[in-house]
């Protein structure tokens, strides 16, 4: 079954401590993306990636750190220099006009901090 | 980012057509129209997009304006499980972000 996997649903932070957020793929999809959404909110984009071992910072990317060793895999670290990491982390891929592909999106990650 | 702007909330009758409207009026050429939903605490999934012509889908139809300053998304025969927030969005298509407004919280009842 194609989709979009995140994990965990729930993630739960201490103060002063990196987490890492999991996304995997298998829509065989170049694009891949972090959106963060706050209650009541749009969406933010964190960090995509084009391509493989390629990737560019979005509109709030302080605090986030990312990967893109595998096309299938996109993780996202939330580390401790993030202030206010509560939110909801969405995972997305595609989105090429040349295949008329849209963006889809995981079912997402709920952070909070303890 | 061309701007949208769509009504808050909505409710409709189960098995009746729900019609979302949306105004995009600094939409850019280049722009499709893409509709998405999002359910409490899933993510947003994807529903339809066009370009300047109607489209129709197994989930929805959307009819865009001739100027296409503004589309309609039709539910033709709405279920309890369409209950969602909708949002519109202007996209070019290409690896980039989707800007997602504040949508229509659809509500649909018995």
């Known amino acids: 079954d194609g989709g979009i996997t995140q994990s965990p649903k729930y993630l739960f932070r201490k103060e002063g401590q990196n987490v890492t957020l999991s996304c995997e793929q298998n829509l065989n999809h170049d694009a891949m993306y972090w959106y963060r959404q706050d209650p009541g909110q749009g969406l933010r984009l964190i960090y995509y990636s084009q391509i493989v071992n390629d990737f560019q910072k979005g509109d709030i990317a302080e605090g986030y750190s990312v990967s893109r060793e595998k096309k299938e895999s996109f993780p996202l670290t939330v580390t401790s220099a993030q202030k206010n990491p509560t939110a909801f982390y969405l995972c997305?891929?595609?989105?090429?006009?040349?295949?008329?592909?849209?963006?889809?999106f995981g079912d997402g990650t709920r952070l909070s901090i303890l | 980012d061309a701007k949208t702007t769509q009504p808050p909330s909505m409710d409709c009758a189960e098995g009746r057509a729900a019609n979302l409207p949306c105004n995009h009026s600094?939409?850019?050429?280049?722009?499709?129209v893409y509709w998405y939903r999002q359910i409490h605490s899933q993510g947003p999934q994807y529903i339809i997009h066009g370009l300047k012509n109607n489209e129709t889908n197994e989930m929805a139809s959307l009819i865009i304006t001739e100027d296409r300053k503004s589309s309609t998304l039709i539910l033709p025969h709405a279920t309890l499980r369409d209950t969602a927030v909708y949002y519109c969005v202007p996209y070019t298509g290409t690896a980039s972000k989707l800007t997602f407004g504040t949508g229509t919280r659809l509500q649909v009842t018995l």
């Open positions: 997305a891929s595609g989105g090429d006009r040349a295949s008329n592909q849209p963006q889809h």
């Open positions: 600094t939409i850019s050429g280049n722009e499709y």
